[in-house]
């Protein structure tokens, strides 16, 4: 009796550990929406950990996207957030909040009724909107009495677009007192009201006026409430430490909004994963952060995300490493909204209203040219496509702009639609634009399995054609230039200080095959690459297994049995066996039917379709 007893009790305790565990972690989410202001609050927890990056997105009953942000979580894990609707639009919205992980994913739901909105324009004309359905052609009828109690207006119409209706009514006497407008559709729950209060201010000045609601409508009002000044994307790589919200001051003169670590601040980013938010600021056209220059200069692995509503940027506490910057003891990095004015004219027309930030780093007032290979920094950009974009959102790009003008494409640079944020890493600082390129070559259409891959790579800058309208898909590709396209596809970089014998510093392949020469490939005994030399398959595959798993991309470690399948298993070199055999092994290759043909030369159709696979895994 006596041991079942201990062994009840043991259970309880462990049962008992448990349940506040699970409890901490469930995510919760709650969305409530104002019929009177058309405002939108999204509040919950994500977990119970502060500094979690939070994503919220709102879909409307048309599949539209109409609301999307991100912020970290304040303490317990709670986030909140809110917005005014861009359109009444009546049907159910969507809302998905999701955190870092597949578990911190929860979605909830609120409707919006049919809706009336008035306004006086000024002189007499009473101007009468809202939706009614999500579709053209549903029939209304508009009835407006007047203070008297007499019906002055009675008009039937048909909805516009996406159910969007208007109409104005030229108002006869302007009686002071309640306008009663009311909007029926067909069915009997298909109705909304407002009212219009005429005061002897709007008749004598003919000024416009304000709406209420009643019942279960809305309608719009003269001091519609300001909107909540929300965070901005944040992309740290790690969970944060240290979450630090410093106080932003604002210099209108400059547009400026600038903030500090304090000293105790910095005691404890130091070392340490840290997230500075700065608080959004009305007007501001950069945002600056002063921090003392020993937190860049360590050589610790942590980072630190400043959190802006422009874009936030994570840097690696070495990015100032190698820098001599005596005798500043302070810099400051800042992320800013470009002069789209001053680029030239050919990039204002491709760039458009798409978001162009301009990133700068400086000590003791100086501005560092700052290019460190081995310190990247990732860079975050909320963007929400066009309704064309979103068709082919792989084409979604980022551009570097330089002080001359000229546009390079940064590879690394992607839009993840699940959390709205264009996401790019680079190693210097300067001027970067989201853009939309559709690229394309004019011999693709032998090449059908491979001519997606290949445009979306072209867009992208890691791959490029022969000329300008020719890829030459079914040409052999060389080792040098495979390398080029590795590197770009991982995003490696790396300063290069030695190479192969037969690489000069010349050649343009230089810098790629010196960063492959690190950590992928030893070459030739003899201490040479042969860069001008076709490619084999399995020479290709050996190299994507190491830079997969050098990037943490796979995990799997396969051996020859996984090459049983295959026919000509035996054609594998004993060097290549368990680089080929990995990548079967993790379903990145599979073969042509029960063959690998390790021997073969690898075609610039062939290398795009691979990297692009893994680009995108």
């Not at 929300?230 to 969970?239: I, M, N, R, T």
């Not at 639609?417 to 004019?442: E, L, P, Q, R």
Request: proline share 5%.
């Amino acid at each position: 009796m006596r041991r079942w007893a201990v062994l009840l009790l043991s259970f309880l305790m462990c049962f008992g550990m448990m349940i506040p565990s699970a409890l901490a972690s469930a995510p919760t989410i709650s969305a409530l929406y104002d019929e009177n202001t058309g405002r939108v609050m999204i509040t919950g927890t994500l977990g119970s950990a502060q500094g979690t990056i939070v994503t919220v997105q709102v879909i409307d009953p048309l599949n539209q996207l109409d609301y999307i942000k991100q912020a970290v979580t304040g303490a317990n894990g709670t986030y909140q957030f809110s917005y005014k609707l861009k359109q009444r639009i009546n049907g159910t919205f969507t809302v998905t909040v999701s955190g870092q992980s597949e578990e911190q994913v929860n979605v909830t739901t609120f409707e919006v009724k049919m809706s009336v909105s008035v306004a006086l324009d000024g002189v007499r004309n009473l101007i009468v909107s809202g939706y009614l359905g999500v579709s053209e052609g549903n029939k209304y009828t508009v009835r407006i009495v007047n203070p008297m109690g007499n019906e002055e207006y009675r008009q039937d119409g048909v909805t516009g677009a996406n159910g969007a209706y208007s109409i104005n009514y030229s108002i006869q006497n302007r009686i002071i007192g309640n306008y009663m407008i009311t909007v029926n559709g067909q069915r009997p729950d298909a109705v909304a009201s407002a009212s219009y209060y005429m005061s002897e201010t709007d008749r004598k000045k003919h000024n416009g006026g304000g709406g209420s609601s009643s019942n279960s409508t809305s309608s719009t009002t003269n001091n519609p409430t300001p909107e909540t000044p929300s965070l901005p994307p944040v992309q740290p790589l790690e969970k944060p430490d240290v979450k630090i919200s410093p106080e932003v001051k604002m210099d209108k003169a400059s547009g400026t909004a600038s903030a500090s670590l304090s000293s105790e601040d910095a005691i404890n980013a130091a070392g340490a994963n840290v997230v500075v938010e700065m608080k959004e600021t009305v007007g501001a056209n950069k945002y600056q952060l002063y921090l003392p220059a020993s937190l860049l200069m360590s050589s610790s692995d942590k980072k630190i995300t400043v959190v802006t509503e422009l874009g936030s940027v994570t840097v690696p506490q070495n990015m100032l490493e190698n820098e001599s910057l005596e005798p500043a003891t302070e810099v400051s990095l800042a992320v800013g909204r470009a002069d789209k004015a001053a680029l030239p004219a050919e990039v204002q027309e491709k760039v458009g209203n798409k978001p162009v930030i301009e990133l700068t780093i400086t000590a003791g007032g100086k501005r560092i040219t700052y290019n460190n290979p081995d310190a990247p920094v990732t860079v975050s950009v909320l963007y929400q496509p066009t309704a064309e974009e979103l068709k082919d959102p792989e084409h979604i790009v980022v551009w570097f702009i330089s002080n001359s003008g000229n546009v390079q494409p940064v590879p690394s640079g992607k839009y993840d639609s699940a959390t709205g944020t264009v996401t790019f890493t680079t190693t210097h600082f300067t001027t970067y634009a989201v853009a939309f390129v559709m690229k394309t070559f004019a011999d693709l259409d032998s090449v059908g399995w491979a001519k997606k891959q290949i445009e979306v790579m072209a867009a992208k800058g890691i791959i490029s054609g022969t000329t300008e309208t020719a890829f030459n898909p079914g040409a052999n590709i060389t080792r040098a230039d495979f390398m080029i396209l590795l590197t770009k596809t991982f995003g490696f970089t790396a300063a290069v200080r030695s190479n192969f014998n037969d690489v000069l510093p010349t050649d343009y392949y230089y810098e790629a095959v010196g960063i492959a020469k690190l950590d992928l490939t030893n070459g030739q005994e003899d201490g040479t690459f042969n860069p001008d030399e076709p490619i084999s398959r399995q020479d290709m595959m050996v190299l994507l297994s190491r830079a997969m798993k050098l990037a943490g991309k796979l995990d799997t470690q396969g051996s020859e049995n996984d090459l049983a399948a295959f026919d000509d298993k035996a054609n594998v070199a004993d060097y290549a066996v368990q680089g080929v055999a990995s990548l079967i092994k993790g379903g990145v290759v599979e073969g042509s039917g029960n063959m690998l043909n390790p021997m073969g030369n690898s075609t610039r159709a062939e290398a795009a379709v691979m990297l692009y696979r893994i680009y995108n895994k």
